[in-house]
Every structure is written in structure tokens, then in C-alpha cells.
């Protein structure tokens, strides 16, 4: 149980080109889901909360109009990289958390961006 | 604010051995809950194991166990019997029992195990 999943795990697109990348709840129900962004050897950064049928919560220094993060239903939430540039590659994972039992936030595999 | 320390980048240990990793976190409140997740290679986040901090107990998995000192704001990951599949990093968190439930993650401690 607690299966988080990612959609697409690796993408490459165009500089100026927007992403879009899926974050599910497979066999649970999650209110909040996280994104984090994580660079090479380093931990995880949060950028936004993200709450079922609300606006998102970003971070200080994440730019809300480049990182869209839509959480239209209980199980899906989506995170958008508008007119990316390559200093947006990097690797972004999504987490859930579990709002029955142990309240812990599962992660899913992350998906990689490349742009170029 | 709340911060997560841990103060080893890197660790190795020796297959079948005993290895522990070290996490100290400041923090004002009570009550919270701490984890341990696990980053293999594929860069897929693991959870080890949690410890709510209202219980002295502490936790285990397996072979992994926590030495949960909340007076010292210490909260230690123990590996027992080390397999050639813990290799990977470890991240501790903080998390606060209500809010927004967002972690706070230290900067991580990449295990190796030795054959």
C-alpha cells in the first residue's frame, strides 16, 4: 500500500517550453501533496505545498508563475514548469501524505528534467 | 525555526556489521515526529522508520532501530547486520504534528557497505 507514482519519470524538452508532471496517489487518499526539487548529492528542497481544491503554498524564493502546481482531485496534483531553461533541469519528486493512520508522506520515484 | 543536522556526509561499514548514523534537529516544540528515508540509487525516497516524539520508546524496524534522546535533540539510525542493499543515502526529517506537515531534512549521510 501507500504507492506514490510519477509521470514521466525523465523528460527533454526545449528551452522556452513548458513540462508538465504528474503526481498520483495510487491506493490512498492524500489532502496534501508535496514538491520538492533535489540537485545532484544534495537533499531534498521543498518548493510548495500543495492542497486538494486550494491554491498552493510556495516557498521562500520559488517563483509561483514558473512552477504552476494544480491539485485538482484527492489523488492527483500536477507541478508545471513554464518556459523552461536549463537551469530548471533538475530532478523533481513528489510526496503524499496519507491523511488516515500514521500520517507519514510517501514519495514517489521523481521524474528527471532536462532542458536544453 | 527548525532545523535538521546531520554532521556525517559519508559513512562506510563493513558487511554483516553494525553502523550508526547521527542526526541532531533544534527545535521549540513538544511535540513532533522524526524519520529516517532511504535513497537508493534510483533516487526512490524509502522510508526506514519514524518516531513520534511523545513516545519514549524506541522505534524498530528489522534491522534498523533509532536511539531517540529527546532531552538531547538526538535521534540516531542504527543498521544492524549491514546488507549490501543498505548502501544508499540517508536522510532524517522533522516533521510537526499539525500545520502543514511539511519535513525538514537534513543535508543526508551516504552509507557504503563493504563486501
Known amino acids: 500500500g501507500a504507492v506514490v507514482s510519477q509521470h514521466p519519470s525523465w523528460v527533454i524538452c526545449k528551452s522556452g517550453t513548458s513540462v508538465k508532471i504528474e503526481c498520483r496517489s495510487l491506493?490512498?487518499?492524500?489532502?496534501?501533496m508535496f514538491w520538492y526539487r533535489q540537485f545532484p548529492k544534495q537533499s531534498l528542497m521543498l518548493m510548495a505545498t500543495s492542497n486538494e481544491g486550494s491554491k498552493a503554498t510556495y516557498e521562500q524564493g520559488v517563483e509561483k508563475d514558473k512552477f504552476l502546481i494544480n491539485h485538482a482531485s484527492l489523488t492527483l496534483s500536477t507541478l508545471t514548469v513554464t518556459s523552461a531553461h536549463p537551469e530548471d533541469s533538475s530532478f523533481y519528486i513528489c510526496?503524499?501524505?496519507?491523511?488516515?493512520?500514521?500520517?507519514?508522506?510517501?514519495f514517489g520515484p521523481g521524474t528527471r528534467l532536462l532542458v536544453l | 525555526a527548525q532545523t535538521v543536522t546531520q554532521s556525517q556526509p559519508e559513512m562506510s561499514v563493513q558487511e554483516a556489521e553494525t553502523v550508526t548514523l547521527s542526526c541532531t534537529y533544534d527545535?521549540?516544540?513538544?511535540?513532533?515526529?522524526l524519520f529516517w528515508y532511504k535513497q537508493p540509487p534510483s533516487r526512490q525516497m524509502i522510508l526506514v522508520i519514524r518516531q513520534e516524539a511523545y513516545k519514549q520508546q524506541n522505534a524498530t524496524e528489522n534491522r534498523f532501530s533509532v536511539n531517540f534522546q529527546k532531552a538531547a535533540k538526538s535521534f540516531s539510525l542504527k543498521i544492524s547486520d549491514s546488507q549490501l542493499g543498505d548502501a544508499a543515502m540517508y536522510f532524517c526529517?522533522?516533521?510537526?504534528?499539525?500545520?502543514?506537515?511539511?519535513?525538514?531534512f537534513g543535508t543526508g549521510t551516504r552509507l557504503k557497505v563493504l563486501a
Open positions: 510526496s503524499a501524505r496519507e491523511i488516515q493512520g500514521l500520517e507519514t508522506q510517501y
Open positions: 491506493d490512498f487518499q492524500a489532502t496534501t
Open positions: 526529517a522533522y516533521r510537526r504534528p499539525s500545520g502543514t506537515y511539511k519535513y525538514i
Open positions: 527545535t521549540s516544540e513538544s511535540d513532533y515526529y
